[in-house]
């Protein structure tokens, strides 16, 4: 079955430490994103990669970090940086990223530092 | 980015058609409209998009008014698992300028009795 996967479902870290949540699609698409979710809220863009070795900061970007050395990987790190990283997490591909074209988005990864 | 307004809750009963409205007032002519939904703890789940025509799909159908200021998303008979967040959204087709980012809103939380 073709789609996004996410994992971990769940993660827990201490303060000051880095996470990264992985995010990897076999749906040949291009493009990839990664957008942050808080509580009752809409979600929210940190990053994008259109291409492979190409990415560009989203609407947060401020302690994240991410790498895109492959067509279906598109890796998330969430950096000692980032003042309030508890969220939940979504990864989310496209063919290309232009209007006319969907988003499908993985299941999630739900962060809480403590 | 051009704005959506959608009410903040709707109610329907199981078995019955519902219709999610959308006001889209200052849309561009190169703004597709895209609907998604969010189930509870999970990632959104693309629905259905259209420019100009009505569209219709196994999910759902989409009926855009003449002058293109509003929009509204038809579950033709509605289930249980329908319960939702339904976000409408307006994407450029000329968004890969910005990275295609989806701008999600607060959407309708339609909810479904027995």
């Known amino acids: 079955d073709g789609g996004i996967t996410q994992s971990p479902k769940y993660l827990f870290r201490k303060e000051g430490q880095n996470v990264t949540l992985s995010c990897e699609q076999n749906?040949?698409?291009?493009?990839m994103y990664w957008y942050r979710q808080d509580p009752g809220q809409g979600l929210r863009l940190i990053y994008y990669?259109?291409?492979?070795?190409?990415?560009q900061k989203g609407d947060i970007a401020e302690g994240y970090s991410v790498s895109r050395e492959k067509k279906e990987s598109f890796p998330l790190t969430v950096t000692s940086a980032q003042k309030n990283p508890t969220a939940f997490y979504l990864c989310?591909?496209?063919?290309?990223?232009?209007?006319?074209?969907?988003?499908?988005f993985g299941p999630g990864t739900r962060l809480t530092v403590t | 980015d051009a704005k959506t307004t959608q009410p903040n809750s709707m109610e329907s009963n199981e078995e019955e058609p519902v219709h999610l409205p959308c006001n889209h007032s200052?849309?561009?002519?190169?703004?597709?409209i895209h609907w998604y939904r969010q189930l509870p703890s999970q990632g959104p789940e693309y629905v259905i998009h259209?420019?100009?025509s009505n569209v219709n799909n196994r999910m759902a159908s989409l009926a855009i008014a003449e002058d293109r200021k509003s929009s509204t998303l038809i579950l033709h008979r509605a289930t249980l698992r329908d319960a939702a967040v339904y976000y409408c959204?307006?994407?450029?087709?000329?968004?890969?300028?910005?990275?295609?980012?989806?701008?999600f809103g607060q959407g309708t939380e339609l909810s479904v009795k027995p």
């Open positions: 989310a591909s496209s063919f290309l990223a232009g209007g006319a074209y969907e988003q499908y």
């Open positions: 259209g420019l100009t």
């Open positions: 959204i307006l994407r450029d087709v000329l968004a890969y300028n910005q990275g295609g980012k989806l701008i």
């Open positions: 749906l040949n698409h291009d493009a």
């Open positions: 990669s259109q291409i492979v070795n190409d990415f």
């Open positions: 200052t849309i561009s002519g190169t703004d597709y």
